[in-house]
Structure formats: structure tokens, C-alpha cells
């Protein structure tokens, strides 16, 4: 049993179909689990320093602790990234090409939304089902926020 799996989200003629192999499900759960884990570690509060206490030498260790997380934190953002782009190429069983094209069409909002649309997919959901749960949350959200609808 194959699924069609609609690719025009991410600028490739399709649709393009797909065997929702036991090894394919367990991709996408992991890929799902990296996604909460990157999310999780964005809320993680930290103390706040009184940084116009500190000395000039403290004030310099500090600055030199805030970039090394800042650099940990890009590299684990372009991991992530890297990591939900082979899983697309390798699923959908892209070119080099294409991938590329996909890379530089398609905005970070964007590429969320796919990964989660196609993960959907291969976890056994129709494209209808998938609407439905879309525009239910749409409502939800503007029930919470009146003021953005």
C-alpha cells in the first residue's frame, strides 16, 4: 500500500507516492521528538545576572558564555534543519536538485508545516483529515484571540 503525498507545499510537481514502511514511521516519530526537544529548549529560562554588578572580568566571562550558547544553539538549529530536510529528501526520494530547490524556496514556517503535514500522512492521515484538524485550530486560536481574526 502506497500514499500520495502532495509536494506543491514545497515547490515539486507531485503528487509523489510512498510506501508508510514500519522504518519510515519511526523516521518520522524521531523527527517529530527532535522538533518538541529543539521547541522545549527554547522556553528553558535561565537566571537573570545582574550584569552591571559584575566585574570587567566577570562581565567578560559572561559574554564569552552567552556566545558560546548562542553558537550551540545555531549549530543545533541548522542541525535540525539539516536533519528535516534529508528526511524529506530520503522520504520522498528527492534529487540533490530538488532538495536544493526546496531549501531555498521555502521559509522555516513553511518547512515546519510540510514536516508535520507529511509526518501526518505517514502516520496514517488523510489529506482531509489533515484539513479539518488545521482549520480547527485555526478556530481555536481566534476563539483565544479575538483581536486576530
Known sequence: MTIKIN??????KGPI???PTVGLK???????ISLIEMSMAEVKIEPKVDYESLTAEEKE???REEMKKTIANIKKEQSTFNG????IQST???????????KYE???????EYINYLVQRINGNSDADIDLAQKIEVEKQKEQDP???
Open 17 to 19: 507516492e510512498v510506501k
Open 147 to 149: 483581536k486576530k481574526s
Open 92 to 102: 520522498l526520494k528527492l534529487s540533490a536538485s530538488q532538495i536544493k530547490k526546496v
Open 106 to 112: 521555502i521559509s522555516e514556517s513553511e518547512l515546519g
Open 84 to 87: 528535516l530536510l534529508n528526511f
Open 7 to 12: 509536494t506543491k507545499a514545497i515547490g515539486i
Open 61 to 63: 566571562q559572561y559574554d
Open 26 to 32: 519511526e523516521e518520522a516519530n524521531n523527527i517529530m
